[in-house]
């Protein structure tokens, strides 16, 4: 035990600069903090026995010679107390691993005072994900509040230190026009000296503070990447700001050629370019111009130092990614790891209708997680992006349970993973740009520097759960305790947990339309339920009852679900009402937290509590809203199939509930500004207020009570619909985390060629159709899983995939789901399975 009552001896072997340096500085600030005497010395030998710390790289002499033989593996963290009297052994395999092992006994001190040093346990930790990064756009001029703030970068960069990202990526020209392409805004390029953007005093401001980002960065342990998204405005919504751009692709391809070797050569802190390949960045068409890419892959490999490259999966052909797997750079792909959203925390079951018709264009069949890039062997390492802007941008976010199901998907043929920042587009791009002005129209709300600031929680779960997901509990949980004190903690980490579920949920089973710029699942209404009153009128004739999930393999949209409903023919899908149970449940549990919070004194006066008792506020009636809506669509939808008067009432009555629901949303959401603007390109959903909505709603009453007076009288008593109600909360069990029906010892690897023998146990035969096996490559271009029956056996129930399909070029993906005589469905593993990190099982197949 180290003795808070003598001095401590620091044996500090540790570099003085970069990350190390940053690791050490925040360790002693804990300890002055708490007015402990230390001494600092740089040789054991003469360090005093008893009362040590000593800290250091994993190859230092002394610390190598106590773990016998140290991993070399990068990144990792080493802490144990060693020896009698102990020393504490503070160290890391290189500097990053050093800096995390500082800062994890930097937390413990500030979360338990000297103690800390004493409760740490032994810990021997490595990044599950060697890439774990964060996102930041740059969308016009008014970012330039934080792009040229020195605090800022102080901020954020730490931040991301403290929780484990070792990535930044700087994107620019997202859908905007400013910094379109980047280079006129930062270096002159040779040749082209009427290519026009600012000021030379503005390019070199530019250029330097670029520079400083990168050293930074580099400071706190991060890589420093640059994404180039346009090479020139694609939408008629952008406004060119750059003067005599080339309009030829091949002349454009040159002055965008020069302009990354000329980039690279001023700014030596990028450490890697991010490239959008597809239409989107402004030069060819539905097939990308692959002559212009190899003309930016050789720009980079021209560099005089090693650039990474990152060459975004949309829209690239196998050729340029050949060409650039040939390059000699170090490359990786990212993709997109739910469309443009946060959904569900595993990939795809299979792609939307959209991009299943379309798998000859590579903007659509790679527009989406891995596509067919799980080929082996593989082309080049995944590198999954979470849109997290589309559904989890304005309400504050985190769920560990979800974070580290999501960190466990990204290794599945991956390198790690990008989240994009808190309030990402926040002014929208750059010609929706006003002035400055906070999310918040209560002044009450605003006294924070930076507005992100409470969005901490998602930073410490994607990020150290993105490290390693055994990541103990305690890391977020001594946060909430020294940000709210003991009492409220725990409630407000269940309530986070429980509406950090809610919007993934939305996205998964719901999505009216694509992109996100046309999708907002936290300003939405989902759609009319007649598609004519829709306040969006880029959904078309997509009502809320005929929208298509975004996953369609694994969830029944509406409409879809009562078609096979009433011909007795329901497929093995998590069924609409299955899923209006999840959100009563979810809704549930934040309000159960939120009313005991409400009884602690004195806790109404945290800003930050105020701030996220909002958020919890709104997802919760999220859930409900949709909740109700989805039942109002499924009786709509029985009605006009059948002519039930009764259940048009049934619709009606769902559906005024569901009105309420919004109605609380234009409540609580009153104390956010009117006008909310996170718009880009030619966005029709990304602003505006949850009251400019709500006059679809209305529409959607008035026609539902119309419909109901012109049919005889149908009218529900008041003890019919109270009963209804009643019915609508026990359809189906509350919750996904029901006792399972299946269990199974399923292998994780095979042999190619050879049929694969599956079983799922049961305790008694099952009512109803016989469960099937469902199984894929893990390739989603093939489309649906195939299915096949399975066989009563001894223990249970059998199937054998043939050998012919187990092939060496793929893994396997297999779940098995069975419909009751009841039309009930059940999914195994299925989502939020306590032992399945996804609701399929992966074979990897050799």
Not at 202 to 217: D, S, Y
Not at 309 to 322: E, Q, T, V
Not at 557 to 580: C, S
Not at 596 to 625: P, W
Request: proline share 5%; with cysteine.
């Amino acid at each position: 035990m180290l003795n808070a009552n003598i001095p401590l001896t620091i044996i500090d072997t540790c570099p003085d600069t970069g990350p190390a340096g940053y690791g050490k500085k925040r360790l002693l600030d804990a300890l002055k903090s708490l007015e402990c005497r230390f001494d600092i010395v740089k040789d054991i030998d003469r360090a005093d026995p008893e009362n040590r710390i000593y800290i250091g790289l994993a190859d230092d002499p002394f610390i190598r010679e106590i773990l016998h033989e140290p991993s070399s593996a990068p990144e990792g963290v080493i802490i144990k107390t060693v020896g009698t009297p102990s020393t504490l052994m503070v160290s890391g395999t290189d500097a990053r691993g050093l800096m995390y092992a500082l800062l994890e006994m930097a937390q413990h001190l500030e979360a338990e005072g000297f103690n800390g040093l004493n409760t740490v346990e032994d810990m021997e930790e490595f990044p599950e994900n060697r890439v774990r990064g964060v996102d930041r756009y740059v969308m016009g001029h008014l970012d330039n509040a934080w792009f040229y703030s020195a605090s800022f970068w102080q901020y954020f960069l730490s931040r991301l230190a403290e929780n484990r990202f070792n990535r930044f990526t700087l994107i620019l020209g997202f859908d905007t026009a400013y910094l379109t392409p980047p280079y006129p805004f930062f270096v002159n390029v040779p040749g082209f000296s009427r290519v026009h953007a600012v000021s030379e005093q503005e390019r070199q401001n530019n250029l330097n503070q670029l520079r400083q980002i990168g050293t930074l960065c580099h400071d706190f342990g991060l890589e420093f990447f640059l994404g180039t998204w346009q090479q020139t405005p694609w939408t008629a919504a952008q406004k060119n700001l750059v003067e005599n751009l080339p309009s030829d692709e091949q002349d454009l391809a040159e002055y965008c050629a020069g302009g990354m070797t000329a980039l690279l050569k001023a700014c030596d802190t990028i450490d890697g370019i991010q490239l959008r390949v597809n239409f989107e960045a402004g030069v060819g068409s539905q097939t990308s111009n692959d002559a212009f890419w190899m003309r930016i892959v050789d720009a980079v490999k021209a560099a005089s130092r090693p650039v990474a490259l990152s060459i975004r999966a949309k829209g690239m052909s196998d050729n340029l990614l050949a060409y650039a797997r040939g390059s000699g750079l170090k490359f990786e792909v990212p993709t997109k790891h739910w469309c443009e959203h946060t959904g569900l925390p595993y990939h795809l079951t299979r792609m939307r209708t959209e991009e299943i018709n379309n798998l000859a264009n590579l903007n659509h069949s790679r527009r989406y997680s891995y596509a067919d890039l799980l080929r082996k062997p593989q082309q080049a390492e995944l590198l999954y992006r979470l849109w997290n802007y589309g559904s989890t941008c304005l309400f504050t976010w985190g769920d560990p349970d979800f974070a580290r199901r999501f960190s466990h998907s990204c290794q599945m043929g991956g390198s790690g993973f990008e989240i994009d920042a808190a309030l990402s587009l926040r002014y929208g791009q750059e010609r929706l740009q006003r002035e400055p002005r906070s999310i918040y129209d209560e002044p009450g709300l605003t006294s924070m520097e930076w507005e992100d600031e409470r969005h901490w929680f998602r930073y410490v779960v994607y990020g150290r759960l993105g490290y390693s997901t055994k990541t103990s509990a305690r890391v977020w949980q001594r946060e909430f305790e020294k940000r709210f004190g003991p009492e409220a903690a725990p409630l407000l980490e269940y309530a986070y947990a429980a509406s950090g579920k809610v919007m993934p949920l939305i996205t998964a089973v719901h999505m009216p339309v694509h992109p996100s710029q046309l999708y907002w699942p936290e300003m939405s209404t989902g759609a009319a339920l007649f598609a004519e009153h829709n306040f969006n009128t880029r959904y078309g004739m997509v009502s809320y009852g005929s929208t298509e999930p975004s996953d369609p393999g694994l969830f029944y949209g509406i409409d879809a679900y009562v078609a096979d409903l009433n011909h007795n023919n329901v497929k093995g899908k998590y069924t609409p009402m299955q899923v209006a149970g999840w959100f009563k449940h979810l809704a549930r549990d934040i309000h159960c937290s939120l009313e005991k919070l409400a009884k602690i004194a004195g806790l109404s006066g945290n800003l930050e509590y105020r701030q996220a008792a909002v958020d919890l506020h709104m997802n919760a009636h999220f859930a409900l809203y949709h909740a109700w809506k989805i039942s109002a669509a499924y009786h709509l939808a029985q009605y006009l199939q059948g002519e039930d008067g009764a259940e048009l009432q049934r619709a009606l009555a769902c559906m005024t509930v569901a009105a309420k629901q919004w109605d609380a949303l234009v409540e609580v959401g009153d104390v956010f500004h009117k006008n909310l603007e996170f718009g880009i390109g030619e966005s029709t959903d990304r602003h505006g207020h949850w009251r400019d909505r709500k006059g679809e709603i209305e529409k959607d009453l008035a026609r539902l009570a119309g419909m109901r007076d012109a049919l005889p009288d149908t009218s529900l008593s008041g003890d019919e619909i109270e009963r209804l109600f009643k019915t609508e909360d026990i359809r189906v069990p509350a919750c996904w985390v029901e006792t399972p029906r299946f269990q199974a010892g399923w292998p994780s690897a095979c042999q190619a060629g050879e049929a694969l023998t599956l079983v799922v146990e049961t305790d008694a035969p099952l009512a109803g159709a016989l469960p099937q096996l469902r199984y894929r490559h893990t390739n989603q271009m093939e489309g649906e899983f195939k299915t096949m029956d399975m066989a009563r056996c001894e223990k249970g129930y059998r199937a054998v995939i043939p050998g012919a399909y187990v092939d060496k070029a793929w893994d396997l993906l297999v779940y098995v789901t069975h419909v009751d005589s009841d039309q009930q469905v059940t999914v195994f593993p299925g989502i939020y399975h306590p032992e399945y990190p996804a609701p399929y099982h992966r074979i990897i197949v050799t």
